[in-house]
């Protein structure tokens, strides 16, 4: 199911949906906040609540739409566990069952590590930042 299939489906078929909708300007703010005080861990906060609550839409649908599998909740506890040792490391996961970790740039070493030495997990890819945020003008 395509991610735009499973929004719809989600929106019509999951008691949790208006909710989630409602808190995203909340989320969104907060999350601005957070980047503006360059607060990884606050930011890795909102994103992961934002993503498990859109998730969390999905499995409550008709048919449920569940992307992750075994190994994309192992790679969640990996990520739990680096932050558990200080490290500023935050995951989302779109539809489908890879998990985004994103963290400083000093820390890729260690958390690519952590991610290759799950079970299950094939490759790990790293990205660097993109040229960053720009507004465009809607039609």
Avoid at 27 to 55: F, N, P, T, Y
Avoid at 105 to 112: K, S
Avoid at 113 to 137: F, H, P, R, S, Y
Wanted: glycine share 8%.
């Amino acid at each position: 199911v395509s991610s735009t299939d499973a929004m719809e489906i989600s929106r019509e078929t999951s008691p949790f949906y208006d909710r989630w909708v409602e808190q995203q300007d909340v989320d969104l703010e907060e999350a601005r906040s957070a980047i503006v005080e360059r607060d990884i861990d606050r930011l890795g906060a909102v994103a992961e609540h934002s993503c498990l609550k859109m998730h969390s839409v999905m499995w409550g649908s008709r048919p449920p739409m569940v992307f992750w599998n075994a190994t994309t909740l192992a790679c969640m506890e990996k990520v739990r566990e680096l932050q558990a040792d200080g490290i500023g490391v935050f995951f989302t996961i779109d539809a489908g069952p890879q998990l985004k970790a994103i963290c400083e740039p000093a820390d890729v070493a260690r958390v690519r590590e952590a991610l290759e030495g799950v079970n299950g997990v094939e490759q790990v890819m790293v990205t660097g930042l993109g040229a960053g945020a720009e507004v465009v003008a809607r039609d």
